[in-house]
């Protein structure tokens, strides 16, 4: 039996650990859930799980919460950053999944590796924004990171067994979103339903919009940098309209190792989750006959500067991936709340990039420090 703590429980990521979790109820137990603000959901999750801790975002999230849950159910209720830490390191958890989005999940998922917790690892931004520091102490307490973006859950999966000496290249796959075919004088048209629409996945608002920029296939090759160790130019983006092919790596000798599946998070979920096994999901495989071809294309970067911006900040790295991430989250932000349109979203970040003073091996503290710092730039540019 495995004891889960899951940070993120009400998104998508969250929703699908816990389905794995109902069906294999034999092999996990939920032990804390930590959400935002979805007090419906989180309250039928409560009542379903039964965890011994429950986290919200605020104190009057916190008040409603505990109104909504039936006397004597025996769950204690935190919120904040105490909240979001506890559930992090809370007693006799074998594995933390860090669902959170953004920024926020960077903190939790140190203080769970600090509690020598094992990580199912669906916040790309922790990494991106402090992996030398969080690989380094993950190391260090002998806690394992397992990924769970089906690209690097793809790429992990690839590699396993071979030799990291001899790997050359990883190709990290991608539908194109939304706008892959769109011409780019239509891109000052586009409205937040538009990018919300993927043709593929279903994935909450933020992440959506990152796929619809192709941003999410920057900060992935930030995140892959970091968990594979490997340098930048190792890594190659492709355009895989289909979604069969979630990534693929090449080793030295021209052998090419690619993971396929139906486009379906579960199935990287449940890796993580039961790793080194494989559960038994049956979820069916993709209709390669009806398929017919499986094709590949660059990205086109002028279309989609964001994925560039990445790379750029990627080879020079410091305090810049959060600088990077950061003007992100408030850029996507502003254009999903109608503030800013698609097309100024890489000229927020840009700016912001430009504006920053790169501190050379930075602690943690900088890191933090530099997050801020480009929220209120961001900000004051919008």
């Known amino acids: 039996m495995k004891l889960l703590s899951i940070l993120g429980s009400t998104g998508s990521i969250g929703r699908n650990t816990l389905k794995i979790a109902e069906k294999f109820p034999e092999r996990f137990k939920i032990k804390a859930l930590a959400a935002k603000k979805n007090l419906a ?78 990580i199912a690892l669906a916040n790309k931004e922790t990494l991106v924004m402090a992996g030398e520091i969080v690989i380094k102490k993950a190391l260090e307490k002998d806690v394992k990171i397992l990924p769970i973006d089906s690209e690097h859950s793809a790429i992990f999966q690839c590699i396993a067994g071979s030799r990291m000496e001899d790997l050359d290249r990883i190709f990290l796959t991608g539908s194109g979103g939304p706008f892959l075919n769109r011409s780019a004088e239509e891109f000052a048209e586009i409205k937040p339903e538009d990018a919300l629409n993927h043709p ?38 492709l355009i895989q309209p289909q979604s069969v092919i979630h990534s693929m790596v090449s080793f030295k000798d021209g052998s090419v190792m690619a993971q396929l599946s139906i486009p379906d998070m579960k199935g990287a979920i449940a890796y993580a989750m039961s790793y080194p096994e494989r559960l038994p999901l049956y979820q069916g495989l993709p209709d390669f006959a009806g398929i017919g071809a499986l094709t590949f294309q660059k990205p086109d970067l002028e279309r989609f500067p964001c994925l560039a911006l990445a790379y750029e900040v990627c080879e020079t790295g410091e305090t810049l991936p959060a600088v990077l991430n950061a003007a992100n989250e408030i850029a996507v932000e502003a254009f999903l709340s109608n503030r800013i349109s698609f097309v100024k979203i890489p000229d927020l970040i840009s700016e912001t990039i430009d504006r920053h003073n790169v501190v050379t091996n930075p602690t943690l503290s900088d890191i933090l420090e530099a997050d801020g710092w480009a929220r209120k730039i961001a900000g004051e540019l919008i």
């Open 41 to 118: 959901l989180l309250v039928r999750q409560i009542d379903y799980f039964s965890p011994e801790l429950a986290v919200v975002f605020d104190e009057e999230n916190a008040v409603e919460l505990k109104k909504l849950i039936p006397a004597g159910t025996g769950v204690e209720i935190m919120h904040g950053v105490a909240g979001y830490n506890a559930a992090a390191t809370i007693s006799g958890v074998d594995m933390v999944v860090t669902a959170m989005v953004g920024a926020a999940g960077l903190m939790p998922t140190l203080a769970a590796i600090d509690a020598g917790k094992d």
């Open 200 to 237: 593929i996945w279903q994935m909450g608002r933020k992440i959506s919009v990152d796929s619809a920029t192709m941003m999410n296939k920057g900060l992935e090759v930030l995140e892959a940098k970091s968990l594979f160790g490997v340098s930048h130019d190792k890594i190659e983006v």
